[in-house]
């Protein structure tokens, strides 16, 4: 069993920052990858950062240098600081995992970028 429990979405004007959660088992979060994904209304979803048990980062291109993902080991939690924002970060934020080679997702997010 795999809960994955997110938080801190909202809605910001462009250039403003949002902070995620996504909280889960101390088993999952020592063990195996995480990562945070997003999905655009009418679009595909497509990973934002992923993170290792190792702390092992990767970021996809347009978010590199305004979002950093990290660990909060007191917490079993996921952090995903976004700077910057844009309005092409609206989206679905999903928190992930990869357990044994199956991936677990929780319910999702919702930030909103305003112009």
């Known amino acids: 069993q795999v809960q994955l429990v997110e938080s801190g979405g909202g809605l910001v004007q462009a250039g403003g920052s949002l902070r995620l959660s996504c909280a889960t088992s101390?088993?999952?979060?020592?063990?195996?990858?995480m990562g945070w994904y997003r999905q655009a209304q009418g679009n595909q979803r497509e990973l934002v950062a992923t993170?290792?048990?190792?702390?092992?980062?990767n970021y996809r291109d347009s978010v590199k240098g305004r979002f950093t993902i990290s660990r909060d080991n007191a917490k079993n939690a996921v952090i995903l600081q976004m700077n910057s924002l844009k309005p092409e970060d609206t989206a679905v934020y999903y928190c992930?995992?990869?357990?044994?080679?199956?991936?677990?997702w929780g319910k999702g997010t919702l930030v909103t970028v305003s112009s």
């Open positions: 992930n995992t990869r357990r044994f080679g199956i991936d677990h």
């Open positions: 101390r088993s999952i979060f020592s063990s195996f990858p």
């Open positions: 993170i290792t048990s190792g702390d092992k980062t």
